[in-house]
């Protein structure tokens, strides 16, 4: 087993006001198991964010509040995006960059989250990284040289100094959402321990530290034998975890599969 310890979260994508998302929080942080060793996150919609961050600010033990995504500029003519000086701003904890809907339905480019990933590390904030190879690399047989191609340019002239504020998502994008096709602890090992290696050849100790998460249909009868896999830490939940009970469940599971 890992020193690491295990990472939890969600996702809310488009969906919640600030009311429910704030709700969310407190209903969960009412219910949730808070262990040493396991931390615990959401991400709202960034209409969510100052709502979530203030039921987070009275909360001791903490849930980790994370945006969906950031712009790498500190400020500029960029309408309609938002900064990581104004995420900090807010008291949020960490940023989610890279996430499969923003890549294929907004065409960000490795190089445009190699940005953001320095950005936001400069600023403080922690960094959630998602890589995953589409349907099409899987069956040419890249999803490895893929997830690498992602993790090696996303990081890129990342000082080790920094590599404490990273974790990285794996989620292979066949296996994402409505329609996704559950994938098996088959096939995450193989390139969970792709990315463990890079991370190491990367940041050497520090490296080693970075936890990796899965995520892709993660549910309460499979979150257990992701964590299970040798280099994964934790799971990365979708539609499972928008509900408090379904969190909660999800989230037992991931604990018991460690
Ligand atoms: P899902 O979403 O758990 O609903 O498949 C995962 C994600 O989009 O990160």
């Known amino acids: 087993m890992s020193s690491r310890p295990i990472y939890?979260?969600?996702n809310f994508?488009?969906?919640?006001?600030?009311?429910?998302?704030a709700a969310f929080y407190r209903a969960l942080a009412a219910v949730a198991p808070r262990e040493p060793g396991v931390q615990l996150f959401m991400i709202p919609p960034a209409t969510s964010l100052a709502a979530v961050a203030a039921e987070a600010k009275a909360d001791p033990a903490r849930i980790w509040v994370g945006a969906q995504n950031m712009h790498w500029a500190a400020q500029g003519a960029y309408t309609g995006e938002i900064s990581a000086t104004m995420l900090t701003?807010?008291?949020?904890?960490?940023?989610?960059l890279g996430h499969a809907e923003r890549r294929g339905m907004f065409h960000e480019r490795d190089e445009d989250l190699n940005r953001?990933?320095?950005?936001?590390?400069?600023?403080?904030l922690r960094?959630?990284?998602?890589?995953?190879?589409?349907?099409?690399?899987?069956?040419y047989g890249v999803s490895d040289e893929t997830v690498?191609?992602?993790?090696?340019?996303?990081l890129h002239g990342l000082d080790g100094s920094r590599a404490g504020q990273?974790?990285?998502?794996?989620e292979p994008v066949w296996s994402i959402g409505e329609g996704g096709i559950p994938a098996s602890p088959e096939d995450v090992a193989p390139v969970a321990a792709t990315l463990r290696s890079a991370l190491s050849r990367l940041f050497g100790a520090a490296g080693e530290q970075i936890p990796v998460l899965y995520g892709g249909s993660v549910n309460p009868d499979n979150a257990g034998a992701f964590v299970g896999v040798d280099g994964i830490d934790g799971c990365f939940v979708?539609?499972?975890?928008?509900?408090?009970?379904?969190?909660r469940a999800t989230l037992a599971a991931c604990l018991e599969g460690r």
């Open 116 to 124: 953001k990933v320095l950005a936001a590390t400069d600023a403080g």
């Open 8 to 10: 939890f979260g969600t």
């Open 13 to 21: 994508k488009m969906h919640q006001t600030p009311d429910e998302s």
């Open 148 to 154: 690498l191609k992602q993790l090696k340019i996303g």
């Open 127 to 139: 960094v959630l990284l998602c890589v995953g190879e589409t349907a099409d690399e899987r069956r």
């Open 238 to 247: 979708g539609r499972s975890a928008w509900t408090v009970d379904g969190y």
């Open 89 to 96: 701003a807010l008291g949020v904890d960490l940023v989610l």
């Open 166 to 170: 990273v974790l990285i998502g794996y």
